[in-house]
């Protein structure tokens, strides 16, 4: 009949009957002859799923690339529609479709460790792009992998010629639920490129003064004090300086703060910062530390301590002698 009757025609007939041996066999025969649709492809493999024909399933889809007489998305489709989730997944793999493979490991099988393995395989512009859709799931499911693949993906990736880097940045948003993770990423990116975009450094400013800010232990509390002191001072903030300054007030990280406005030049903060704080030695301290470049600081020391109603006499003697032999104030006129 193929060839004389419309195909459309001889599989209501055979519906008609409920002859799905006959139906089939007439299904293989349009396939083998090249003449199927989409939509015969996916009467014949609901055949083999209904007849639990696994013997004919697998050689339909497992014809070289040659002889495949079908559409093999429409396949994969039904397939994973029928449970046949490893028949999908071989169809998938075979002719590179990617997406679908993927889509079923994650969304089906839940096979997260094989997903991200077959990723790694990807070209580069591929792994990028799936790392991006799937980057979040992967890492909630297998962070350590996912983390060690993106380092990869972000330095330089070793199976490509020329070594393409993928922008770290872009990936810092998978990392949303997992701070451990983001950190150990961060830190192996500044230390392997220490050119990483400016948003690496800034995220990881943030995420040690929230280490250091939670942290009740005194000397992983000082560790992490120096680990903040250190990456300040590296001089990737000297462009987003204010930044800088916001994230450590907001932590009320002191020693950042007060190393941020010297930077910065910025002594009258400094004074402000000890007198708010009633620091009465570092309120001296500063002024003989910066009053050589900012006179006025010895002035508004004498002001602060004279305003106030405990006992400063020592502290005012010190500024005022230091005011005289420096002639800093003019007489006061008799």
Not at 10 to 39: C, P
């Amino acid at each position: 009949t193929i060839g004389k009757l419309e195909p459309s025609y001889v599989i209501r007939k055979f519906l008609d009957a409920q002859r799905i041996h006959n139906l089939t066999a007439y299904l293989q025969a349009l396939h083998l002859q090249s003449l199927a649709n989409a939509d015969h492809t996916t009467l014949l493999l609901n055949c083999y799923t209904k007849l639990k024909d696994s013997a004919h399933l697998e050689e339909f889809i497992k014809a070289s690339v040659d002889e495949v007489h079908f559409d093999v998305e429409i396949a994969i489709k039904v397939l994973r529609q029928a449970g046949y989730h490893s028949h999908a997944l071989y169809l998938a793999e075979k002719h590179a479709h990617h997406e679908w493979y993927l889509k079923i490991q994650l969304e089906d099988i839940k096979n997260f460790q094989e997903a991200l393995r077959y990723i790694g395989r990807l070209p580069f512009p591929q792994i990028e792009s799936n790392m991006k859709c799937y980057g979040k799931i992967l890492m909630y499911h297998v962070p350590n992998e996912t983390t060690q693949l993106l380092k990869d993906l972000c330095t330089n990736f070793a199976q490509h010629e020329g070594g393409k880097k993928a922008n770290p940045e872009e990936f810092i948003p998978i990392f949303a639920n997992n701070p451990c993770e983001l950190k150990n990423f961060l830190e192996h990116m500044i230390q392997v490129q220490n050119d990483s975009p400016q948003g690496v450094y800034d995220t990881l400013l943030e995420l040690r003064l929230q280490n250091w800010a939670h942290e009740r232990d005194p000397q992983a509390r000082q560790q992490l004090q120096n680990d903040v002191m250190t990456l300040l001072k590296s001089g990737r903030f000297k462009n987003v300086f204010d930044k800088a300054l916001v994230l450590c007030q907001m932590h009320n990280f002191q020693k950042g703060v007060l190393y941020l406005y010297e930077q910065g030049k910025l002594f009258q903060q400094i004074m402000h910062y000890h007198m708010q704080n009633n620091q009465y030695q570092e309120v001296i301290e500063a002024c003989k530390q910066y009053g050589e470049q900012e006179s006025s600081l010895w002035e508004q020391a004498l002001g602060y301590f004279a305003r106030k109603e405990e006992d400063c006499k020592e502290h005012i003697a010190t500024v005022l002698k230091h005011i005289e032999s420096k002639n800093l104030m003019p007489p006061l006129l008799g």
